[in-house]
């Protein structure tokens, strides 16, 4: 089919959006111009139904009913077996569902992208598969993965096996409560500023975000380019590592990845002998504003017990944790903005897998359902909107260059301790809101993972213990691509505990 032509109200539209002035004349010049640039269109898709398009997938999946779905967490349930003999055999894994599972509905939590049916598999997907893992669904995610709370999907909120009148955190917020209630083994996460590690806190599970461009993104839907990362969910470290060695390595498509990367057995790297090294406790990670400081008490004193397995605590200040995390607030708003909403759920400019159909279909759908987006999704539009055509983007150009010098702070603490420790989130989990278009309740849980989208570095979140019965996580950050010790570190403090305590005794799937 022929690409649209436009008219000439649409030339003078986009005239008027640059501030051309065009004479009648010139009217007629820019759309014989425009008309004939567009006939290469019709070129290139002659070209991409030849040679690039994957063939429609042909996979059953179910809608579950609301009884079969009690915590809101599945958005529609699988099973894809791939009968290949391998270390995720047997196991159950559910996928975040901004990522793309081939012949299975995609909607990122939102009706931006309902509807939408991808052709392929995240590379994340094909390795899974090629592991031998069962995908046992799609899990729930927060509106365009813009919440750190649990109530923004179009699906309904998610909610929290520990108390079901709570948040599991977000934006993985299905994926969270889906491993902590035993429904299933694992859990693929994304995570732009805590999205793993925030639902994992609140939940007392496991959470990775491994170091920036260590897992591929490719078919994950973004937030921002420069802050995304995918990563697993696990009740134990152990099981997190297994997960990580299966989906480490560059897949030739993600640009966000180096050309060579480490190629590691995370599970061998649990030796539990941690004896020697250097525990530190970051003074900025503690007493934010909105920190219960029984949080802060916790988590301090499971660093301290590193002390009884040979290693050395002390306290080190990093104060660009502060400014790292505004650095987050200009990606999260101006570059999100840019890529993911104008952009149309991929944005352009960089090398890499494209999914065209997704982004035909997101510039429709982002229009039609406007209103129906969440309202923490729609104050960031208007707020990166108004900078970007305001500051003309400027902001965001500042915040980049501001990044090594955030990178090199971290990076000096880590030469004189081998991993950094602090609360993942400031609280426990919070009541789920009455009101489910409040701006306050999304927001405010990043203050301590935020920063680590930013720089890149590796960060884990574990159980460090319970306050009035909800889990509290304590973050181990460590060097960047030195995944192994951050993960060693994890597994020791599991074992020193003797075991997370978990909520999957309440038997709720």
């Known amino acids: 089919m022929a690409v649209p032509r436009p008219s000439m109200s649409d030339i003078e539209a986009a005239a008027e959006h640059f501030g051309f ?5 010139a009217r007629q010049s820019v759309l014989a111009f425009v008309q004939q640039m567009l ?30 779905n009690p915590l ?10 791939s009968d290949v003999e391998g270390p995720l055999s047997g196991r159950q894994v559910a996928v975040k569902d901004n990522i793309a599972v081939a012949g299975v509905p995609m909607m990122n939590g939102s009706r931006a992208v309902e509807g939408f049916i991808p052709d392929r598999d995240a590379t994340v997907v094909e390795r899974l598969l090629a592991a031998g893992a069962n995908i046992a669904g799609k899990s729930v995610c927060e509106d365009l993965c813009y919440s750190g709370s649990s109530f923004t999907s179009a699906t309904g909120p998610v909610r929290n096996p520990w108390d079901t009148t709570r948040e599991t955190g977000g934006s993985s917020s299905g994926s969270a409560a889906l491993v902590a209630a035993g429904a299933v083994d694992l859990a693929i996460g994304g995570d732009q500023a805590g999205s793993i590690r925030i639902p994992a806190s609140l939940c007392g599970i496991v959470g990775f975000k491994p170091t920036y461009g260590l897992v591929p993104y490719t078919g994950a839907i973004p937030l921002e380019r420069t802050i995304d990362h995918l990563g697993p969910m696990a009740r134990t470290v152990s099981d997190a590592a297994l997960l990580l060695t299966v989906l480490t390595g560059p897949d030739g498509w993600d640009s966000r990845q180096p050309s060579k990367l480490p190629s590691l057995d995370y599970s061998a790297a649990l030796t539990g002998d941690v004896a020697g090294l250097r525990v530190g406790i970051l003074t900025e990670g503690f007493g934010h504003r909105r920190s219960q400081p029984e949080v802060d008490e916790v988590v301090r004193s499971a660093a301290h017990r590193f002390s009884e397995i040979g290693c050395s605590v002390g306290e080190i200040s990093v104060p660009w944790h502060g400014g790292a995390l505004a650095l987050s607030a200009i990606f999260c708003t101006e570059g999100g903005v840019y890529q993911m909403l104008e952009g149309n759920g991929s944005g352009l400019g960089a090398e890499g897998r494209y999914d065209p159909e997704l982004m035909a279909h997101f510039a429709t759908q982002r229009r039609a359902h406007a209103d129906q987006l969440s309202a923490i999704v729609k104050a960031t539009a208007v707020a990166g909107h108004f900078s970007l055509n305001t500051l003309g983007g400027s902001y965001y150009a500042k915040a980049r260059n501001l990044v090594p010098h955030a990178r090199a702070a971290y990076d000096d603490a880590l030469a004189r301790y081998d991993v950094l420790v602090m609360p993942t989130t400031p609280a426990t989990a919070q009541p789920l809101p009455d009101d489910f278009t409040s701006l306050h309740a999304a927001i405010g849980k990043a203050a301590n993972t935020a920063p680590l989208n930013v720089t890149g570095h590796p960060a884990i979140s574990v159980p460090a213990g319970l306050v009035d019965g909800l889990p509290a996580g304590m973050m181990i950050v460590g060097k960047r691509f030195d995944d192994a010790t951050v993960l060693n570190v994890a597994h020791a403090f599991e074992s020193l505990c003797g075991g997370f305590p978990s909520a999957s005794r309440r038997k709720i799937t």
Do not use: H, M
């Open 21 to 25: 002035q065009l004479d009648t004349d």
């Open 39 to 68: 006939g290469t269109c019709d070129v290139i898709d002659k070209l991409y139904d030849e040679v690039a398009r994957t063939p429609t997938s042909d996979r059953s999946y179910n809608f579950p009913a609301p009884d079969e």
């Open 72 to 81: 809101g967490a599945w958005y529609v349930t699988t099973d894809i077996r």
